[in-house]
């Protein structure tokens, strides 16, 4: 039976560092439902269009999906942003299915940050959570995508408590600290 390892946590707490490092140091398969989710809202795609059928061109920047301005509509409203999810989650949840049945490896990663959220706990048989504070996720996200602290807040709100993940975690990795805590962690977790 093949080992999938359901990687989630809160936004900004290091999930990216952890797949990049399982990937690069353990040559671990990585499927990120980040990657999905975009190739969902691809240019021309059917749910792009039923997007841009909602909200008007104006969330179109050459054919593309205008990512900040779809950000400022759901992150306000949430019957907006669970219309939104419903459209993108299953096919995000198709293409995990269709990638772990082609896959040949008996270890693999799935990075999804949503994993409560949208109730994809089935496709794993372990859960990973990536935590720091709270005081921490909303200063690397600030810096990292240029928010508003009010802007940061709202889409750490928008997300299931990190207290709760934790509660429901197999394993948590505590990234409070420094990078080579955390690698620590892994290394002492998969030898």
């Known amino acids: 039976m093949k080992r999938i ?34 190739e969902a809202v691809a240019a021309n795609s059917p749910i ?11 969330i179109l920047f050459n054919n593309e999906l205008n990512r900040a301005k779809l950000g400022e ?21 198709e293409r995990f299915n269709q990638e772990i049945i082609v896959s040949s490896s008996n270890i693999l990663v ?13 496709l794993t048989t372990e859960i990973w959570v990536v935590s720091c504070s709270e005081s921490q996720q909303i200063q690397r ?4 995508n ?12 928008s997300q299931m408590p990190l207290a709760e993940k934790i509660a429901r975690a197999d394993i948590v990795l505590d990234n409070s600290q420094n990078l080579e805590t955390l690698l620590k962690q892994l290394h002492n977790i998969l030898s």
């Not at 792009?48 to 104006?58: C, M, S």
């Not at 996200?141 to 990292?144: A, D, F």
């Open 48 to 58: 792009l269009n039923k997007i841009a059928q909602r909200y008007g061109q104006d």
């Open 146 to 157: 240029s928010l508003t602290l009010e802007q940061a807040q709202a889409r750490i709100k």
């Open 141 to 144: 996200l600030m810096q990292r």
């Open 73 to 93: 509509i759901i992150f306000n409203n949430e019957s907006e942003r669970l219309w939104v999810e419903s459209l993108i989650h299953p096919y995000v949840k």
């Open 5 to 38: 390892i359901g990687l989630t946590g809160g936004i900004a707490t290091g999930k990216s560092t952890v797949a990049n490092y399982l990937e690069q140091t353990y040559k671990l398969p990585i499927l990120d439902a980040d990657i999905y989710a975009r």
């Open 110 to 122: 799935l990075v999804i940050p949503l994993l409560f959220e949208v109730g994809m706990t089935d």
